[in-house]
């Protein structure tokens, strides 16, 4: 969506196609990082959308156990005007967006589901084939972006193959009403427990509660039943007491299968992957989407110069996308390098009777200063919007 709007306001011609028929699905990535929200901010989007799009803000990650509260990564220094995440559900943030690619002439197409590649006479991959309401139909295009996720259709259709790197953890997640006299939270928490870790994220009229389990591990979770993982919430946070009364069957949670995977190439003639698509992470550190919308933000820089010819020229499309991929893999296999290294860390010590964070977290957030450090780290650049994107009235 955001590559969809950048390229329309630069001028190129851009269409959308979406398979759902609205955005509303739920324990979606929804942390933006003040990286993110400076770039937004470059383009005028910044402001309007956190003025207009209900969310949450949080300046700090924090692991709680019963007697103590460590701070592992503190974002106040991660930028000047905005030193937080933005909790900002996807349900609310896609449609917001939406609008203002339809405003620069982009066609969003909602319910139409993507059904093939089409290749010309050189094998070059040349548009796609989608059906809306069991009608096929094709679109021609110079090129083909496949943003459609870690099970993406577009990439499995070109034969690009994705390895695994060996995700420790899944989590199982749920959805509770927030009460006026709830507690007060960073709004990223990590509560621990003798049998794991329980998140408590904030989303304003809702908490997103979830419970880290072994990956693969859900047969055993079931046969533990839900009474376990409802003691253990209950065990960490004792005002949820009577809260989960509700849920009769671990059946009744939302599983996400925590994936960290790599794709051979990210492109071929005439197509290339973003997002998901080419690179899934976990939900170590919440960047998922800021990744993705790096990814976005760089490649329209590349493509919207070549996009505004007439004609197109192919080859200049398929260098920007070779660019990208040489550009962003090195710093995406670091991430995911890190986050198969914690989540190995978090699954050994599952069932320990360890309720502490992982122990070099903790040893580092005892020194001074390291917090903010690590938030700076953790803030995501983003490139620049090059003259003809930036100049744009939003």
Aim: aromatic fraction near 6%; charge should be neutral; proline fraction near 6%.
């Amino acid at each position: 969506m955001l590559l969809t709007y950048l390229l329309a306001r630069g001028g190129a011609e851009v269409t959308l196609l979406e398979s759902r028929h609205d955005f509303a699905r739920r324990f979606r990535g929804d942390t933006l990082a003040p990286g993110v929200l400076e770039y937004l901010d470059t383009l005028g989007l910044a402001e309007p959308l956190l003025a207009e799009v209900p969310h949450t803000r949080t300046d700090a990650f924090r692991w709680h156990t019963a007697t103590r509260t460590w701070t592992l990564v503190d974002y106040r220094g991660a930028s000047a005007r905005f030193p937080f995440y933005a909790l900002l559900p996807q349900a609310e943030f896609l449609p917001w967006l939406a609008d203002r690619a339809r405003a620069h002439g982009a066609t969003v197409h909602m319910g139409a589901r993507f059904s093939s590649l089409r290749h010309d006479e050189t094998g070059r991959v040349s548009g796609v084939v989608y059906t809306v309401d069991a009608q096929t139909h094709v679109l021609d295009a110079t090129l083909v972006v496949g943003a459609d996720g870690r099970n993406s259709k577009v990439r499995q259709a070109s034969g690009l193959a994705a390895t695994e790197l060996g995700a420790s953890l899944d989590i199982l997640w749920h959805a509770l009403p927030r009460r006026d006299d709830d507690p007060s939270y960073s709004g990223l928490d990590l509560f621990g427990t003798p049998h794991g870790s329980v998140a408590l994220l904030d989303q304003g009229t809702d908490w997103q509660l979830g419970w880290t389990i072994r990956a693969g591990s859900l047969a055993e979770v079931r046969a533990r039943g839900i009474d376990a993982l409802r003691d253990a919430a209950v065990g960490a946070l004792a005002w949820l007491d009577g809260r989960l009364d509700d849920l009769g069957d671990v059946s009744d949670l939302t599983l996400l299968p925590v994936r960290i995977t790599t794709v051979e190439r990210w492109t071929r003639p005439g197509l290339v992957l973003l997002g998901d698509a080419a690179h899934v992470v976990s939900p170590v550190g919440g960047n998922g989407i800021n990744l993705a919308l790096a990814d976005a933000a760089d490649l329209a820089n590349r493509l919207v110069g070549p996009l505004r010819r007439t004609p197109p020229d192919p080859r200049q499309l398929d260098v920007a996308a070779a660019g990208l991929e040489s550009a962003r893999r090195p710093g995406v296999e670091r991430e995911q390098r890190a986050q198969v290294r914690t989540e190995r860390a978090a699954a050994e010590r599952i069932g320990s009777g360890d309720d502490g964070p992982p122990r070099a977290l903790g040893v580092l957030s005892r020194i001074p200063g390291f917090p903010r450090y690590a938030g700076r780290r953790a803030r995501v650049a983003v490139p620049a919007p090059v003259a003809v994107i930036a100049d744009a009235a939003p």
